[in-house]
């Protein structure tokens, strides 16, 4: 499947390929959403698969699990760090410093106490063009 998916969609990011709940669909990771397919992946399915008796979106849930990030393989000696109060909670932000959401978030960290926070910054170029040189 992954060599079929490389030759008929190269430009396709794929970060995995993982047998699916369903006998002989695969669930294909691609940039932060899952599509499923065949072995032959000629066709695909997009949309979440629900396990109806147990009412779950099993596709949020794989992405959510899929999506997680190891904090403790942070390199937190890159980030900008800063400590409120006795700074017992932790909070790590990924922010780009062109994003008028981020530096919303920002204004809303003033009333936040008792924080250790480290900031990693992660400029979305495609979307800030200037995000680099601010």
Not at 106 to 131: C, I, K
């Amino acid at each position: 499947l992954e060599q079929n998916l490389k030759t008929n969609y190269p430009d396709l990011p794929v970060k995995g390929v993982y047998q699916s709940p369903v006998a002989g669909i695969y669930e294909v990771y691609t940039s932060g959403r899952i599509v499923y397919t065949n072995q032959d992946a000629k066709y695909f399915f997009v949309g979440n698969l629900v396990d109806i008796k147990q009412q779950k979106n099993m596709t949020e849930e794989r992405i959510a699990e899929l999506g997680k990030i190891d904090v403790k393989s942070l390199p937190l000696n890159q980030a900008i760090k800063y400590v409120k109060g006795k700074g017992e909670r932790t909070l790590y932000i990924f922010s780009d410093p062109d994003c008028p959401y981020c530096q919303r978030l920002e204004q809303n960290m003033v009333g936040v106490d008792n924080v250790t926070v480290y900031v990693f910054l992660y400029p979305l170029t495609s979307l800030h063009p200037n995000a680099e040189k601010v």
